[in-house]
C-alpha cells in the first residue's frame, strides 16, 4: 500500500480510482465492508483502491477533551492494507483544515488530484465544514463530476449497529468476546516494556511486562484478563492486569503482561498483547503472599481458557506475527 501523507505529496491524478473516506477508528467489520466494496469494485476497472483518512482524528481536534481511540494510527494504517487498499491518504488534521468546505474537498480534492471515478461512503457519512458534506450532497456533486456515489449500508450484527462508539463501551466493560465480533478481530493493546517496580518476579513469582498507557489510549475495564501476547515473531499465552496495582498502593495505571513459558528480558521491546477474556477485578490483598496465591489461580484459569480457544489463536497467531 502506497501511503502519502499529505495531499501535497500526490502529484497525479490515479487511474480509475475508487474512494472511501472515513476515521476508520479501530477498522471494524463496517468499516471492513467499506474496503471490501471499494476493493471489488477496482478489480472490476482494475483502478485504484484509496481510502483517504485523518490523523490526529478530528475528535482529538475538535473535542475539548479528545477521544480515546480503538486502534492507534499505527494499527489503523497496517489494518487498512491489510484490507486490500492500494493507496491511503493521510490527511494531518487541523482546525484550519475543519474550515475546508465540502466543495473544496470534492473540487479540489477528489476531482482534481486523485481523480475520482467512483465514491464509497457509509450510510451515515458526512464531512467538512458544519459537515455540510452529507450524502445528499456527494450524490449532487457526483452527477457534476460524474463519479457514481455508492453509500454502503449501516452494519448489524445480532441486531446491534457496529460503530467504534459501541465497541468503546464493549471495551470499557471489559466485554472482549463481543468486542471480537464486533472488531473482527481481538482486542488488541500495544507498546513498548517498561521498566516497573521490580517486584513482580523477585517478590511475587510472577514477571510482568508493564506497558503504560497514553493519554488518548482507550483504557479497557480494570482487572485480570486472559490474553494472546505478540513478540519477536512469536504467540505466547499470558495473563495481564490492568490497574494499579491497590497491593503496594500505586498510584500509576499499568497494563502488566506475565507471558507463559517466556523467560527472558524485553525491557524496551515492542509489545503487543490481544485481550481474550476478562476474569476478574483487581482486589487489594494483604500481602504479596496472598496475592501470588490468586494469581496462581488466575493462571489456571488463563491457561484453560487458552486451550479452549487454542485452534483459533493457532490461527490468529499466523496473521500477526509477519
Ligand atoms: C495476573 C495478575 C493479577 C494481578 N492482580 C492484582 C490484584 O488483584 N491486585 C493488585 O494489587 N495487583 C495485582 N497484580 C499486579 C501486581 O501487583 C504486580 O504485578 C506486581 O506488583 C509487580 O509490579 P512490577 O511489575 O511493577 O514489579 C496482578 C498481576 C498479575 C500478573
Ligand atoms: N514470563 C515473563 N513474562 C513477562 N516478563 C518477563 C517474563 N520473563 C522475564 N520477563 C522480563 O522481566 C521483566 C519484568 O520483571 P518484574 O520483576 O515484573 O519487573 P518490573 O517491575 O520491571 O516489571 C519484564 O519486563 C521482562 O523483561
Do not use: W
Not at 17 to 32: L, P
Request: hydrophobic share 35%.
Amino acid at each position: 500500500m502506497k501511503i502519502y501523507r499529505s495531499p501535497d505529496e500526490i502529484n497525479h491524478p490515479f487511474t480509475n480510482s475508487c474512494v472511501t473516506i472515513g476515521n476508520f477508528d479501530g477498522v471494524h467489520t463496517g468499516h471492513q465492508q467499506l474496503f471490501a466494496t471499494v476493493v471489488e469494485k477496482t478489480k472490476t476497472t482494475k483502478g485504484t483502491s484509496i481510502a483517504i483518512t485523518f490523523d490526529p482524528h478530528p475528535l482529538q481536534v475538535l473535542m475539548p477533551d479528545g477521544i480515546k481511540l480503538i486502534s492507534t494510527y499505527a494499527q489503523k494504517e497496517e489494518l487498512i492494507e491489510k484490507a486490500g487498499i492500494d493507496v491511503l491518504l493521510v490527511i494531518p488534521f487541523t482546525r484550519e483544515f475543519a474550515k475546508t468546505t465540502a466543495e473544496s474537498f470534492v473540487n479540489d480534492l477528489l476531482v482534481e488530484k486523485l481523480g475520482v471515478k467512483e465514491l464509497v461512503v457509509g450510510y451515515d457519512y458526512a464531512f467538512g465544514k458544519g459537515r455540510s458534506g452529507n450524502i445528499e450532497f456527494l450524490r449532487k456533486q457526483g452527477e457534476i463530476f460524474n463519479f457514481p456515489v455508492t453509500v454502503v449500508d449501516a452494519h448489524y450484527i445480532e441486531g446491534e449497529l457496529v460503530s467504534s462508539t459501541k465497541i468503546r463501551e464493549m471495551v470499557r466493560e471489559g466485554q472482549m468476546a463481543k468486542t471480537r465480533i464486533f472488531l473482527g478481530r481481538n482486542y488488541q493493546i500495544r507498546g513498548t516494556v517498561q521498566v516497573g517496580k521490580q517486584r513482580g518476579g523477585k517478590v511475587i513469582g510472577f514477571p510482568t511486562a508493564n506497558l503504560k498507557f497514553n493519554e488518548e489510549d482507550l483504557v479497557p475495564k480494570h482487572g485480570v484478563y486472559v490474553t494472546q501476547v505478540v513478540y519477536g515473531g512469536r504467540c505466547y499465552g499470558g495473563i495481564l492486569n490492568i490497574g494499579y496495582n491497590p497491593t503496594f498502593d500505586e498510584k500509576q495505571l499499568v497494563a502488566e503482561t506475565h507471558i507463559f513459558d517466556f523467560n527472558e528480558d524485553i525491557y524496551g521491546k515492542p509489545l503487543k498483547v490481544n485481550l481474550l477474556k476478562f476474569l476478574r477485578s483487581e482486589r487489594k490483598f494483604a500481602g504479596p503472599e496472598e496475592l501470588a496465591e490468586q494469581i496462581i489461580k488466575d493462571v489456571a484459569v488463563a491457561k484453560q481458557v487458552l486451550q479452549e480457544h487454542a485452534v483459533e489463536l493457532v490461527m490468529s497467531c499466523s496473521d500477526q506475527t509477519e
